[in-house]
């Protein structure tokens, strides 16, 4: 026996065999190609379809996303506005001290004063200014009350202030006391 038929290729019997099943191979590829042709034209529209969902959820998250940032950028910022007002709360004495000093003829604070409040103003911080104003409890706390005399005014007015108040940023860090008549 040769050895090509020992291995049982080669044979003249396993050709037709062959051929056969290179014929059927290629038969089912072109039926393969005809069931494929008519579904190509269903799966564009299908792709599409699925092709601008995918386009619409990408545009949600991007959204979501941009929301999400502006979100944390201003969570941020009122995170330091309020970290900044706590610090400046905790200077708020020593702005008391030199005013009390200033008022009771300590001349030589008014430099050290003026430039303490100078640069909390430069940063975001106001003096209330409430003398001869309506009496506000939101900003300040009358901590005494005199009977007005005038029958039509409507409601206390503060007459002395006893302890500055004060705003930072837009909101009021330390309310004033005040004495008010009305």
């Known amino acids: ?3 090509e038929q020992e291995s049982g290729t080669g044979t003249p019997d396993s050709e037709p065999v062959i051929d056969a099943v290179v014929d059927e191979a290629d038969a089912d590829a072109g039926l393969a190609e005809a069931e494929a042709a008519e579904p190509v034209e269903i799966d564009i529209e299908g ?12 545009l949600r998250l991007k959204a979501d996303f941009e929301n999400y940032r502006r979100r944390m ?6 995170e330091i506005d309020r970290a900044t007002g706590r610090v400046v709360e905790g200077l708020l004495p020593v702005l008391d001290a030199c005013e009390a000093a200033f008022a009771h003829g300590a001349d030589q604070v008014e430099p050290v004063w003026s430039a303490l409040i100078g640069a909390l103003q430069k940063a975001g911080l106001e003096a ?11 900003m300040a706390e009358a901590v005494a009350h005199e009977p007005g005399s005038d029958p039509t005014f409507e409601g206390p007015v503060v007459v002395e202030t006893l302890r500055t108040g004060y705003r930072w ?3 009021v860090l330390r309310p004033a006391m005040v004495r008010t008549r009305g």
Do not use: I, V
């Open 73 to 78: 950028s201003a969570q941020t910022s009122d």
């Open 47 to 58: 792709l599409l379809s699925e092709r601008d969902q995918f386009k619409d959820t990408a």
């Open 169 to 171: 940023k837009g909101r």
């Open 1 to 3: 026996m040769k050895p």
């Open 128 to 138: 209330l200014d409430l003398q001869g104003k309506p009496f506000d409890p939101s």
